[in-house]
């Protein structure tokens, strides 16, 4: 098994995913398919019950303005790492975080008043799967897209090059694992990035790389980081 592992999520998720891969005894190779950046959004000027948040990003880009505005807000979220970044930005959350946006629905709908107003800072492009299950719950959801995570043309030539050398790959979101796929084509690494060993972070992740005949794909247990790679140190074992 080569221990060359491509991170393809944004840079600076792709370096703290890199350092945890590196204590694994892994070589991760940065090979982002997407830019993060922030849009300047500000709170519609209305009166919400609570605020919602499934990614860093959320807080990492929200400006100092917004953040007052919201300050006094109950807070509920999904992750870790999502948690963390809101208690950097100032906040603390109304109760653990959930452990993904599926059970942070069920979590909200099984809690919280019918027809509460909801802020939820996310991104431009996303799944609309919590937003729908709240609705349908009768709440109403607002969403502010603090920032946007912009598709790459292509990946540098070097950066082409040094995916040659791996022998898996880390995919975190559906999206991300569908735009390397367009990458791959372009760079001409097609028929290898359907040879390499694939770990997914869930089994919507990995439907991209089905779809294209990938022959190795393995998916975490659940939703969280360190299950994602100790489902890649089971199947680079069996390799």
């Avoid at 709240?134 to 946007?148: C, I, K, P, S, W």
């Avoid at 898996?168 to 796929?181: D, F, G």
């Avoid at 997914?200 to 779809?211: H, N, T, V």
């Amino acid at each position: 098994m080569n221990w060359r592992v491509a991170l393809t999520r944004p840079i600076e998720d792709a370096r703290r995913s890199g350092a945890l891969l590196q204590v694994r005894g892994f070589e991760p190779i940065f090979a982002p398919v997407m830019a993060i950046g922030a849009t300047g959004a500000e709170p519609p000027d209305e009166q919400f019950d609570a605020v919602l948040a499934t990614s860093a990003n959320a807080f990492a880009l929200l400006s100092a303005r917004a953040r007052l505005a919201l300050s006094g807000l109950k807070l509920y979220v999904a992750g870790e790492r999502t948690a963390a970044a809101a208690r950097v930005a100032g906040f603390v959350a109304a109760d653990e975080a959930a452990p993904d946006a599926a059970a942070l629905a069920r979590s909200l709908v099984s809690r919280l008043a019918r027809a509460s107003r909801l802020l939820y800072l996310t991104a431009r492009d996303r799944k609309s799967d919590l937003e729908s299950a709240l609705l349908a719950a009768g709440h109403r959801v607002v969403a502010m897209e603090v920032y946007v995570a912009q598709a790459r043309p292509d990946w540098s030539a070097a950066e082409a090059e040094a995916l040659l050398t791996c022998g898996a790959a880390l995919h975190y979101s559906r999206r991300s694992a569908e735009l390397t796929l367009v990458l791959a084509e372009r760079a001409g690494l097609g028929e290898l990035w359907r040879a390499t060993l694939h770990g997914c972070i869930s089994k919507d992740a990995a439907e991209p790389l089905r779809s294209i005949g990938a022959r190795r794909i393995v998916v975490a247990a659940g939703a969280q980081e360190s299950l994602l790679i100790d489902a890649l140190i089971s199947a680079a074992r069996i390799s």
